[in-house]
């Protein structure tokens, strides 16, 4: 049985995996530009990339050994707070180690923003994350309602003849992870800034094309993290949704009842599952990218410089 919880907890990771391997050698093969390798991209996104797929089974440590309560809420309440915590760390230390150019050549004076080198893609992407978490933060926080302690952690459903309640992902849980993606925001601005800046080295084509590799890790590993989280609300909220209860009235049938989104149940898990899969997989491939790509051929070669 344990290793069926393993292989349940652990598969997504694997087609994660998967899924980075064969987009990175198709962008290999798309590539006609001699990219260096970078072993530091490698360590820094492939350590955060490990530790969000080893955290399903840190988290199911207490169904196989006894650990005290604090250190269980301490473990549930992480997978909220950790792949933005990553993303962050990533980040600023993709940024902190962005090299200085060292044989900058010629005067080009269109400006350089942190756009410049940043497909609108990535932008359209990361915005339209952001606006969905905060959505559903709002929803989720406006439906809860405070425990004994006065966290806003509880969600209630009155149904006249008794009440349903369970824990919701409300105001308590989202005020840190809203705090951290306001801080991962700002870290990729500084980061895709960084990366624009500097002068161009010569020859400027292979400087713009590693360029843009880096603005598309930041990106990757900014939009990997906003999907990690993403996938630990909808988890929340699918949960939330399967609460039932029963009840009885004087002189009436007894009768079962739910919460009123249990209908997107499946849709929630879908979604989660499909966000979980996509975020880890963007973090593999940023790692990926830090390989050598291979010595082009001579007509390849001939194509980037003319």
Same mark, same amino acid.
């Given at each position: 049985?344990?290793?069926?919880?393993?292989?349940?907890? &652990?598969?997504?990771? &694997?087609?994660?995996?998967?899924?980075?391997?064969?987009?990175? &050698?198709?962008?290999?093969?798309?590539?006609?530009?001699?990219?260096?390798?970078?072993?530091?991209?490698?360590?820094?996104?492939?350590?955060?990339?490990?530790?969000?797929?080893?955290?399903?089974?840190?988290?199911?440590?207490?169904?196989?050994?006894?650990?005290?309560?604090?250190?269980? /809420?301490?473990?549930?309440?992480?997978?909220?707070?950790?792949?933005?915590?990553?993303?962050? &760390?990533?980040?600023?230390?993709?940024?902190?180690?962005?090299?200085?150019?060292?044989?900058?050549?010629?005067?080009?004076?269109?400006?350089?923003?942190?756009?410049?080198?940043?497909?609108?893609?990535?932008?359209?992407?990361?915005?339209?994350?952001?606006?969905?978490?905060?959505?559903?933060?709002?929803?989720?926080?406006?439906?809860?309602?405070?425990?004994?302690?006065?966290?806003?952690?509880?969600?209630?459903?009155?149904?006249?003849?008794?009440?349903?309640?369970?824990?919701?992902?409300?105001?308590?849980? /989202?005020?840190?992870?809203?705090?951290?993606?306001?801080?991962?925001?700002?870290?990729?601005?500084?980061?895709?800034?960084?990366?624009?800046?500097?002068?161009?080295?010569?020859?400027?084509?292979?400087?713009?094309?590693?360029?843009?590799?880096?603005?598309?890790?930041?990106?990757?590993?900014?939009?990997?993290?906003?999907?990690?989280?993403?996938?630990?609300?909808?988890? /929340?909220?699918?949960?939330?949704?399967?609460?039932?209860?029963?009840?009885?009235?004087?002189?009436?049938?007894?009768?079962?009842?739910?919460?009123?989104?249990?209908?997107?149940?499946?849709?929630?898990?879908?979604?989660?599952?499909?966000?979980?899969?996509?975020?880890?997989?963007?973090?593999?491939?940023?790692?990926?990218?830090?390989?050598?790509?291979?010595?082009?051929?001579?007509?390849?070669?001939?194509?980037?410089?003319?």
């Amino acid at each position: 049985m344990p290793w069926m919880l393993i292989w349940t907890l &652990l598969w997504p990771s &694997l087609v994660s995996t998967l899924l980075a391997v064969v987009s990175w &050698l198709m962008f290999r093969r798309r590539s006609h530009t001699i990219l260096a390798g970078r072993a530091r991209v490698a360590a820094i996104a492939g350590i955060a990339a490990i530790v969000a797929a080893a955290y399903p089974l840190l988290s199911a440590v207490p169904l196989w050994i006894e650990v005290p309560e604090g250190m269980w /809420s301490a473990l549930s309440g992480a997978r909220f707070t950790l792949p933005l915590l990553l993303g962050l &760390l990533t980040m600023v230390l993709l940024g902190a180690l962005r090299r200085r150019p060292t044989t900058p050549s010629g005067a080009l004076l269109a400006p350089r923003t942190w756009r410049s080198f940043l497909s609108t893609w990535w932008f359209v992407a990361l915005m339209g994350v952001l606006a969905l978490i905060l959505g559903l933060t709002l929803a989720a926080g406006v439906a809860s309602q405070p425990n004994e302690a006065g966290e806003y952690v509880l969600y209630w459903v009155d149904l006249g003849a008794g009440a349903i309640g369970t824990t919701i992902y409300g105001w308590h849980h /989202s005020l840190v992870p809203a705090a951290l993606c306001a801080l991962l925001s700002a870290a990729t601005w500084w980061t895709l800034t960084r990366i624009a800046r500097p002068p161009l080295e010569s020859p400027h084509i292979m400087d713009v094309a590693a360029r843009r590799l880096d603005s598309a890790n930041a990106a990757r590993v900014a939009l990997g993290a906003l999907l990690l989280h993403l996938e630990a609300i909808l988890r /929340s909220l699918a949960n939330t949704s399967r609460v039932t209860g029963s009840f009885s009235a004087p002189d009436a049938m007894p009768f079962s009842a739910g919460t009123p989104f249990s209908a997107l149940t499946g849709a929630l898990d879908v979604l989660a599952l499909l966000a979980g899969i996509l975020g880890l997989a963007l973090w593999v491939f940023t790692a990926l990218t830090a390989l050598p790509a291979p010595t082009p051929s001579r007509s390849s070669r001939a194509s980037v410089h003319s």
